[in-house]
């Protein structure tokens, strides 16, 4: 038998390949924030959003950096990857908005509150995910 502090760790271990791939994306967002320039073309404007990128971009790592499970981790990758391009093709740093009107989605009927939440949580795109859970 091991000694307490030789026991192997319980909890499942980020590989190898995906810390690579988190670490790859933290140096893109780094990269980008040096090239970014507001579509407004004013300097206030690009520092202002240079400063959000770069605050939102540690808030979220930070904020994620002690996950385990192989699949949030796949998430945030794919959440940070679809906002890093939509902000590249729309040039704005900031999350877009969704549009869903208030019980829209369907009739009220027995349980109509709880399953309008629950449609409205899966309605949601994966690059806002984070976005509402921070603000």
Request: overall charge positive.
């Amino acid at each position: 038998m091991l000694p307490p502090n030789r026991r192997s760790n319980p909890q499942p271990r980020m590989t190898t390949a995906t810390r690579q791939e988190v670490l790859a994306l933290y140096r893109r967002i780094f990269r980008l924030v040096r090239k970014w320039q507001a579509a407004s073309g004013q300097m206030e404007d690009t520092i202002k959003e240079k400063q959000y990128i770069l605050n939102e971009a540690r808030m979220l790592f930070q904020k994620n950096k002690n996950l385990t499970d192989t699949d949030l981790i796949k998430q945030c990758i794919d959440e940070c990857t679809a906002r890093i391009e939509i902000g590249l093709h729309y040039q704005i740093p900031y999350p877009r908005p969704i549009h869903l009107p208030p019980m829209g989605l369907t009739p009220l009927r027995g349980r109509g509150l709880q399953s309008q939440e629950k449609l409205r949580k899966l309605s949601k795109p994966v690059y806002l995910k984070s976005h509402d859970e921070v603000s």
